[in-house]
């Protein structure tokens, strides 16, 4: 029996269809959304990226830039609060920013990470005096568009 040998552009035809193949699964599995300007720190900027681990849950993760410390606020604040409408018009508290030290050094930067067994339609962030509320309150600070 005879054996075919592919020659080397047909390996490498085939390996880029694959690689192809592989990427666009992973990417069809995310989803990456930026956060709308704000009124309250309109220099603030970022995105929240939402992907489906193996067990079916919603990993969540923001990646928020130049975002002021929350005592800097007019009224200041203790903490930011991070939350998420779900696709059965839910509104959960999922965590909170924490402002101290290090998350926001001198460079302003915060990330955030959560897994939910909700899907989120929008993420939104609010400026609290208590970390633990169970409804948003004012002011909101960064918001993004349904997804």
Do not use: H
């Not at 203790?78 to 290090?102: A, C, H, K, P």
């Amino acid at each position: 029996m005879k054996t075919k040998r592919f020659n080397t552009s047909t390996k490498g035809i085939l390996f880029g269809v694959l690689t192809s193949i592989i990427a666009l699964s992973f990417l069809s599995c995310s989803q990456k959304v930026n956060f709308l300007t704000s009124s309250v720190v309109p220099a603030a900027r970022g995105y929240v990226k939402v992907t489906k681990d193996r067990n079916n849950n919603y990993v969540i993760q923001i990646q928020l830039y130049d975002l002021a410390e929350v005592k800097r606020l007019q009224p200041s604040r203790f903490t930011y609060v991070v939350w998420m409408v779900t696709d059965q018009e839910l509104t959960r508290n999922i965590g909170q920013l924490n402002s101290s030290t290090g998350l926001f050094s001198k460079k302003l930067k915060a990330s955030f990470k959560t897994v939910s067994s909700y899907k989120p339609t929008k993420i939104f962030i609010t400026a609290e005096d208590n970390a633990n509320t169970q409804f948003p309150g004012e002011p909101l600070v960064l918001s993004t568009n349904r997804f």
